[in-house]
């Protein structure tokens, strides 16, 4: 049919494939203006994309609208954008469009230009434009890690009652060469010092017996100290403990330049790629109320706090590392192997060094008050702690005549003990209660009492009076949890509701006095060596920390 054709030909190949002559015609035109046969494949039937079919005087009212209301730093929603073209069509006296419609035509304007029309450069060129070169510094593993948090967009359910307590907190390590996720903490707590030391400190130390503990096949092979650390300018990254803590590593702890959210862009993006993985699980939220319509998240929640962590390492360790990273044209888990390793004609950086002391570590990066030792020994918000290590110490100078106060660290999931920095070992020391009968409590615990007596019109608190307030709020919270989501999240606040694995081996195993053995003996955080059997130095970020029923009498 090509070529030179009569129209008696065309009409005997068209009767004997059974199509209409028009039809081939078309087929014959198409492929002699192209020549290419794609252009015989059939186009996609319906209405065309971009076809509109709205009046052109509800087209200049929407564009109107859109222009002058919606990008406008005034920020108005999509309703209050709705409502005006509805009005202004009234008063033209033409018919409305369907709110729908006037919402896709919002929809279809570039995400980028609405964020800058819209007052919000910032989080366009956080989220929209390209990561421009090599972020500063970030040429070989753990040069670079940035750090920050986002709340789980699921619902979680209680252990005992599997009733709804509400969304997570995830606090996530991003190493910027490699895009591992070198840590991470999940909690119902709110983002502090604490998730962010427990991050740290689970970035540094080996996976492989907090894999066990949960229960997770895989692999999970970073760890090492960090050259620094990236962070935005909350008040948790600007703490005393985490700068502290930073500097005796020797990790540079950097602050985001304000206004440019482009350098949070590695972790941002990873948010992004984790909230989409979220959205699968059941109980998950959404951020639009009309999205929401018929779903309730409650109503389908399954996982609790554990199990949600399960799955959440379990992707990242056997999904998310290993699945091919646009930017990089490698898995990260590749890319961590190769900037360890050597890859062409670039040198791998070696295995990153360990701390010598991992327990010692995890004590580090915890909130730390300073105290001057008295006869009784020291004192935290009303509650007074013992150990005879802590003798020599009662009302001691320094070297300018002034009481000496000396570094307490606590873990405020369980305050019932401090880790004392003994000044003439270099060594954390464990400090129980001075009344060892009063149970372990959670610093939350201890705050909701304290708040609950200063309603009464107390302005003094004894301790008895304080313990005996948490024994009446923990009665109420059991009596109240089968019915109230808040008293079923207060139980979670509890130290016995925080999950016990296997207590892995440390410095101090061997049958002394829990009391009163020393955490460590090191001098000085200091890396030494890396372990032939990443087994060898347990993870001992994950384990909390347990009250010590046996002390030395006084």
Request: charged share 25%; aromatic share 8%; glycine share 6%.
């Amino acid at each position: 049919m090509l070529g030179r054709r009569s129209r008696a030909a065309v009409g005997a190949a068209a009767k004997k494939h059974d199509v209409g002559i028009t039809t081939l015609y078309r087929w014959i035109n198409a492929y002699e203006s192209s020549e290419q046969l794609t252009a015989l494949i059939p186009g996609k039937r319906g209405r065309p994309a971009g076809l509109r079919l709205l009046a052109v005087e509800q087209e200049v009212i929407i564009e109107a609208a859109i222009r002058d209301r919606y990008l406008n730093k005034r920020r108005p929603t999509e309703q209050e954008v709705v409502d005006y073209v509805q009005q202004m069509c009234r008063k033209a006296g033409t018919r409305a469009p369907n709110h729908n419609t006037i919402r896709a035509r919002i929809h279809a304007i570039p995400k980028n230009l609405a964020l800058r029309r819209r007052g919000r450069a910032d989080l366009a060129r956080g989220r929209y434009e390209p990561l421009r070169g090599h972020f500063p510094g970030a040429s070989y593993p753990l040069a670079v890690v940035q750090i920050d948090h986002t709340p789980g967009d699921v619902i979680l359910v209680d252990e005992r009652t599997r009733k709804p307590l509400g969304r997570p907190w995830l606090t996530l390590a991003i190493d910027v060469y490699t895009r591992m996720v070198v840590g991470l903490h999940v909690s119902f707590d709110n983002p502090s010092f604490k998730s962010v030391g427990a991050c740290i400190a689970q970035a540094i130390c080996t996976k492989s017996a907090y894999l066990k503990s949960l229960g997770v096949e895989g692999e999970w092979p970073v760890w090492g100290l960090m050259s620094s650390i990236h962070v935005d300018n909350g008040k948790d990254f600007r703490s005393k403990g985490l700068i502290r803590a930073c500097e005796n590593y020797c990790i540079d702890l950097q602050w985001r330049p304000v206004g440019k959210p482009e350098y949070g862009g590695h972790i941002e993006r990873l948010m992004g790629t984790v909230a989409k993985e979220l959205a699968k699980i059941p109980g998950k939220t959404f951020a639009n109320t009309r999205d929401r319509k018929g779903y309730d998240p409650e109503s389908e929640a399954v996982m609790t706090l554990r199990e949600f962590e399960q799955y959440f390492v379990d992707y990242l360790v056997n999904v998310y590392h290993k699945r091919l990273h646009t930017q990089l044209n490698v898995p990260p888990l590749t890319q961590w192997q190769r900037g360890i390793e050597g890859f062409d004609e670039t040198p791998g950086r070696g295995m990153p060094p360990l701390p010598a002391d991992p327990e010692r570590l995890r004590i580090d990066f915890l909130p730390y008050i300073e105290r001057t030792v008295q006869r009784y020994g020291v004192q935290k918000d009303h509650i007074k702690y013992y150990d005879p290590v802590l003798d020599p110490y009662i009302n001691a100078k320094d070297d300018s005549g002034l009481p000496r106060s000396h570094c307490f660290r606590y873990d405020p999931r369980d305050i019932s003990v401090l880790y004392f920095m003994d000044p003439g070992t270099k060594a954390y020391v464990r400090i129980p209660y001075a009344d060892l009968s009063h149970p372990p409590i959670s610093e939350w615990e201890r705050r909701a009492a304290v708040s609950d007596l200063q309603k009464q019109g107390r302005a003094e608190i004894e301790e008895d009076v304080l313990f005996a307030t948490i024994e009446r709020l923990r009665a109420r919270i059991d009596e109240a949890a089968q019915t109230s989501k808040s008293a079923r999240r207060a139980l979670t606040k509890r130290p016995m509701s925080q999950p016990a694995p296997a207590r892995p081996s440390s410095a101090h195993d061997g049958g002394d006095d829990l009391s009163t053995s020393p955490v460590s003996a090191t001098k000085q955080p200091s890396a030494t060596r890396v372990p032939a059997d990443t087994d060898e130095l347990a993870d001992l970020f994950n384990e909390p920390i347990q009250p010590f029923d046996v002390r030395l009498n006084r």
